[in-house]
């Protein structure tokens, strides 16, 4: 049956047919306005919908020829368990073995793949999206996820009712996957240095695995909205809200700790704050990252994401180290994917997803195992603190990622636009805050290099109905200004254009 791309709630055919909003498939995941019963904004989806998208995600499975077995897991929201549920049955009718491994994180999802020997995951998460939402993280090759070929078979199978039931569909609880993923996170470390850490959760699924997993490290703990609440009374947890990291920010200085660490509602993403309550942003965690692991695996590779910094270019140590950096398309499936393919010893992205790569991890991201990362950093350098890592670093200055509102239908042509005003200008010789345009890069929307390495970055975000825009500068706080001045101005030209969620 082909799912109806939207029905009124409280309607017949609501309740009897499955509804699908096509714009829901994403580039590598899937995700839709789900709604919560109070809410006045019709819900994209309904779990008819969800039962089909099981039907042909199994489809696909079988198409694919991978063995058809699966690890399902979601995360804390009112409505995720329902979710799943449904998207079990679809799994099930199709043939598959399905292994639900209950409540968890993406990344206990993905190390149940390795733990149990399954090749196949399908995590229910948000991730980060308000409540409301949901979605799905879905991989069948450990330890990537699907990406724009995967998601556009998938897409065409669900919506044109090509789902194929077949015999052999079963259900298995399995239980202790959890606390194998806990025990995993810690094996072989435990801190030399004692180091206060503040763990913030937003109240998100989070909050039932870090502060155990940084205790079992040695740290003292202190557990900052970490009492599982799925209405999230404080704030979104997502590491790059500046809301989270602020009252991040006044726990780490209120208790005097050494750093201040913030997971995502999935958990699979991590922010820093440091010991004087600097908020670091992830791409500078990852190029201090990058300065100890290079120290340790000379002639390195890293992939970080185009929202990056541009310091991992001209950094004296990682020349010293003789490493290497590779600019990638933004999203954590095309950064992990990249990192497996260029046999890259890690991959960064500006939101957080930190992709550690054999011997350090098994090449998912994982917030836990990234603050893992940090907090092994920071004990092989026990006279400095976090705040003279990020001294120690060169100076730039970098806005936080800034999203306006875009219709899904309608922001991929505003970017196409852009990137062809930033092409003109730069053949034509036009400056941007003074300076021309030495460079573009347009594997991922358009990132604008200026002559002296500042740059801005305009492109739309893979999961969400807006764009993202990023500017650093290498002079000052006012010409990160100026440069997403000129971001503005160019994008005044499209009144499709909503809202940003936070501005300069």
Not at 218 to 227: K, Q, R, T, Y
Not at 266 to 272: E, K, L
Not at 460 to 483: G, Q, Y
């Amino acid at each position: 049956m082909k799912p109806l791309a939207s029905a009124r709630p409280n309607s017949w055919e609501f309740e009897t047919r499955p509804v699908i909003k096509p714009t829901g498939f994403r580039e590598y995941d899937a995700r839709w306005w789900f709604g919560n019963p109070a809410d006045t904004r019709e819900p994209e989806l309904n779990l008819y919908g969800v039962q089909a998208l099981g039907l042909g995600l199994g489809t696909l499975i079988h198409e694919l020829g991978i063995e058809p077995r699966i690890v399902t897991c979601n995360d804390f929201r009112a409505y995720s368990l329902g979710v799943k549920q449904a998207l079990e049955l679809g799994l099930m009718s199709a043939g598959i073995e399905v292994n639900d491994i209950g409540l968890g994180l993406s990344p206990t999802a993905y190390f149940a793949q390795f733990d149990l020997d399954i090749p196949c995951v399908a995590m229910v998460t948000a991730s980060h999206n308000s409540n409301g939402w949901t979605g799905v993280k879905m991989g069948v090759e450990p330890p990537l996820t699907f990406g724009p070929d995967e998601m556009s078979r998938l897409k065409e199978i669900v919506l044109n009712g090509e789902g194929v039931t077949r015999e052999g569909g079963s259900y298995v609880r399995v239980e202790g996957v959890a606390e194998r993923y806990l025990a995993d996170l810690s094996d072989g470390f435990r801190l030399n240095r004692k180091l206060k850490v503040v763990a913030a959760c937003g109240n998100g699924t989070a909050g039932a695995f870090a502060p155990k997993a940084l205790e079992a490290m040695g740290a003292e703990v202190i557990a900052l909205d970490c009492e599982l609440d799925h209405t999230f009374p404080r704030y979104n947890p997502n590491p790059e809200d500046m809301k989270m990291l602020h009252v991040l920010r006044d726990a780490v200085l209120e208790h005097g700790a050494d750093i201040g660490l913030a997971f995502d509602g999935d958990g699979d993403r991590c922010g820093v704050v440091d010991n004087e309550g600097e908020e670091i942003f992830a791409d500078k965690i990852g190029l201090m990252l990058a300065r100890d692991l290079s120290g340790r695996f000379p002639e390195a590779t890293f992939v970080v994401d185009v929202k990056s910094t541009g310091l991992f270019l001209t950094d004296p140590v990682l020349k010293k180290n003789s490493a290497k950096t590779l600019y990638w398309k933004t999203g954590h499936s095309y950064i992990k994917r990249k990192s497996k393919e260029v046999g890259a010893l890690a991959g960064f992205e500006k939101s957080g997803h930190f992709f550690m790569q054999p011997p350090i991890g098994r090449g998912y991201d994982d917030g836990i195992v990234a603050a893992r990362s940090v907090l092994q950093m920071l004990d092989a350098t026990p006279s400095k603190s976090m705040a003279d890592l990020r001294r120690d670093l060169p100076v730039s200055y970098t806005s936080p990622t800034m999203s306006p509102k875009c219709s899904d239908e309608e922001k991929y042509g505003v970017v196409d636009s852009i990137v062809a005003t930033y092409t003109k200008a730069m053949e034509a010789g036009e400056t941007v805050a003074g300076r021309k345009i030495a460079e573009l890069i347009t594997v991922n929307g358009v990132r604008f290099i200026l002559e002296d390495g500042s740059w801005g970055l305009v492109r739309a975000s893979s999961n969400t109905p807006n764009l993202v825009i990023v500017v650093e500068s290498m002079a000052s706080p006012e010409d990160m200004k100026a440069i997403f001045a000129d971001i503005q101005a160019r994008l005044s030209a499209h009144p499709s254009i909503g809202a940003f969620d936070q501005t300069l």
